[in-house]
């Protein structure tokens, strides 16, 4: 059974990078072929994708967040960590990360396992 858990702070001051750390349990971020997305949902508001990191270590970010993106991994703790610069209210959101199999990051049907979600609230 593979489980993942976010942790960070759940309150960030504006223009401030907000760092989430993924741990995954039960399975290898390395196992072929896993995509393992951070994913949020603002307030009132529908799914937004953010970005991946692939079983491989490569990356790819959505072009609306591009550039205040950034996620990477620790493969000897299983985890993988986002980093989101520049933080406005605007990011105020539930955060979540989730793994899916193959490239269909958009494709949230097909997200196999996901964490419970942590709640960040950009504020000053």
């Known amino acids: 059974q593979v489980q993942l858990q976010e942790s960070g702070p759940g309150l960030v001051k504006p223009s401030q990078t907000l760092s989430l750390t993924c741990t995954v349990s039960g399975g290898s971020i390395t196992n072929k072929f896993y995509y393992w997305s951070w994913i949020r949902q603002p307030p009132g508001k529908g799914l937004e994708w953010i970005g991946y990191?692939?079983?491989?270590?490569?990356?790819y970010y959505s072009p609306s967040l591009k550039g205040r993106t950034s996620i990477s991994r620790d493969t000897s703790k299983n985890q993988f960590t986002l980093q989101l610069s520049s933080v406005t209210p605007e990011d105020t959101a539930v955060y979540c990360c989730?793994?899916?199999?193959?490239?269909?990051?958009?494709?949230?049907?097909?997200?196999?396992?996901w964490g419970q979600g942590t709640q960040v609230t950009v504020s000053s």
């Open positions: 990191i692939a079983y491989s270590g490569s990356t």
């Open positions: 989730a793994r899916v199999v193959g490239p269909y990051y958009i494709d949230y049907s097909k997200y196999d396992y």
